[in-house]
């Protein structure tokens, strides 16, 4: 099975935050930072960790600017 692949543009200011978030749900899923500048990120997310991340990242969204963007 492989890991689904989502983009996301963020604050940059919430680039760290959201980092340490995912890192704190221990193999939730891997954050990288593909832009710094224009603060895009993605996560790798193994299977069935799909809802999990989608909910966590609809929560973060109440919060900050969370745009899910196409490769």
Known sequence: MKS???LFQIDRQSVGFIK???E???GLAVIT???PFAAKI???IPP???PDVERLMD???KNM???AIDE
């Open 65 to 67: 600017m969370i745009r």
């Open 20 to 22: 340490f978030i995912f």
């Open 24 to 26: 704190a749900y221990d």
């Open 33 to 35: 930072t593909r832009d």
């Open 42 to 44: 993605s996560l790798s």
């Open 4 to 6: 689904t692949c989502k």
């Open 48 to 50: 069935g960790s799909e």
């Open 59 to 61: 929560d973060l969204k």
